[in-house]
């Protein structure tokens, strides 16, 4: 695991004096208890309360997937804080690519049985800005992320066909996207209008780049981090995202639950406990590490925090 001290020192040379200002690393917390209970004591071990009408950004995950967070899992956490499960339909063809599909599907996987869903682009989307402007000009939302005081960004870390993994920035980014607003994320700027298509891309790193700067946003919106908060869970990590209706099987051991304020330091952690597993019977870090090779896939991490989201440095705080 990373941990780096920054220190500088001032006033040196004029007053012969001496003075180290330490820069405290962003907390990311751990538990290696997978349930219900494990991610409340998570939850709470980052000292932020989730107050007002609180959003809980999940992946409802394509129907015919079987690895997207389950509710038995999420239940005593979204009922603690009285969350509203938010989503956004999709961009390219499936059961989540319209309202009244999506609504279904999120039925079907049962949802319904523990709180409210909303899926925040059924009435239209909103534009909010972004500091980095260099593929993309705003971000393109749900139309419902103004009605929630509070976000819980709760993902399932995992691969991506296209980024290369999924952790929270990209639920943050491309999860709260309109469908059209998937689109100008992946096409890096170029399909602002287009909305229900399978959006290709061909500029990856400009992707990587506009999903970092669409994250930002979203922290930004909500109070510039003061009122979001961050949580990967680490199972059923297949090199597939949950958007996939035929993910591969996962070939990785279950990991735990990591939780922080710091989106950058937690996607970071994540990827390192991935990176340093020695590969053994039933626990093949291999295959998601050739995925995420292949997209670039830590470009996201690295862009995010030079553009100022958060820092890959970080303390892993165990609190089994």
Excluded at 6 to 28: D, H, I, R, Y
Excluded at 162 to 168: E, T, W
Excluded at 176 to 190: E, F, L, M, P, V
Aim: net charge negative.
């Amino acid at each position: 695991m990373k941990k780096f001290i920054f220190a500088t020192m001032a006033l040196v040379a004029l007053c012969g004096c001496s003075a180290e200002v330490e820069k405290s690393e962003p907390k990311v917390y751990m538990t290696t208890d997978i349930s219900a209970e494990g991610l409340v004591r998570v939850y709470e071990a980052l000292g932020v309360e989730a107050k007002g009408n609180v959003a809980v950004k999940i992946s409802t995950g394509e129907p015919g997937g079987k690895n997207y967070l389950k509710p038995a899992l999420i239940k005593n956490l979204v009922q603690k804080v009285n969350g509203t499960i938010v989503e956004c339909n999709t961009a390219y063809a499936g059961r989540r690519n319209t309202t009244e599909a999506h609504l279904e599907a999120a039925r079907e996987h049962g949802f319904f049985d523990i709180a409210d869903v909303d899926i925040m682009d059924a009435e239209g989307e909103i534009r909010i800005p972004v500091k980095d402007t260099t593929h993309i000009k705003y971000n393109i939302v749900g139309k419902n992320l103004a009605n929630y005081d509070f976000m819980i960004n709760l993902a399932h870390f995992k691969g991506h066909a296209m980024g290369g993994f999924g952790g929270v920035l990209k639920n943050q980014s491309i999860g709260n996207a309109s469908s059209s607003g998937k689109a100008y994320i992946h096409s890096a700027g170029r399909n602002a209008e287009v909305a229900k298509i399978w959006s290709y891309t061909d500029d990856q790193i400009g992707f990587l780049e506009s999903m970092a700067a669409a994250a930002q946003s979203v922290h930004d919106y909500f109070g510039g981090g003061e009122r979001i908060i961050y949580i990967n869970v680490m199972n059923n990590m297949s090199i597939d995202c949950d958007c996939d209706a035929h993910p591969a099987d996962p070939l990785l051991k279950d990991v735990g639950i990591l939780a922080s304020t710091d989106p950058v330091a937690l996607d970071q952690a994540c990827l390192d406990i991935v990176f340093n597993i020695k590969p053994s019977e039933g626990n093949d870090n291999g295959p998601l590490l050739e995925r995420i090779a292949s997209k670039h896939g830590t470009h996201i991490v690295d862009y995010a925090e030079k553009i100022g989201l958060g820092s890959k440095s970080y303390e892993l705080v165990n609190i089994d």
